[in-house]
């Protein structure tokens, strides 16, 4: 089982970024899976989580409106588009699938003008 992240960077306020976390070993369509996020100096936090049928299960309140979890089955890829973005959203953004709690090695998104 492997998951890589890939899509940060440098954003300014209000600007977008898709992130995408690609797959390997295994199916995503079979699993819940999710997108964490940790700030400096804070816990990790679970940002949206999708279900393995497809229905989204949770954004969290602070996201909400802005961001929207998604999946590709065909490509094995699930991605994590984010709009409106503020500097409170700055941290390092981790897929995650729940069964075996895999992780990636996460990817840094900076909001900063």
């Known amino acids: 089982v492997q998951l890589v992240e890939s899509g940060g960077g440098l954003v300014q306020p209000g600007g977008s970024l898709r992130l995408s976390c690609a797959a390997s070993?295994?199916?995503?369509?079979?699993?819940?899976m999710s997108w964490y996020r940790q700030a400096p100096g804070k816990e990790r936090e679970l940002v949206a989580g999708?279900?393995?049928?497809?229905?989204?299960?949770a954004y969290a309140d602070s996201v909400k409106g802005r961001f929207t979890i998604s999946r590709d089955n065909a490509k094995n890829m699930l991605y994590l588009q984010m709009n409106s973005l503020k500097p409170e959203d700055t941290a390092v953004y981790y897929c995650?699938?729940?069964?075996?709690?895999?992780w990636g090695q996460g990817t840094q998104v900076t909001v900063s003008s």
């Open positions: 070993g295994f199916r995503l369509l079979f699993y819940d």
């Open positions: 995650n699938r729940r069964l075996g709690d895999y």
């Open positions: 999708m279900r393995s049928g497809g229905a989204v299960t």
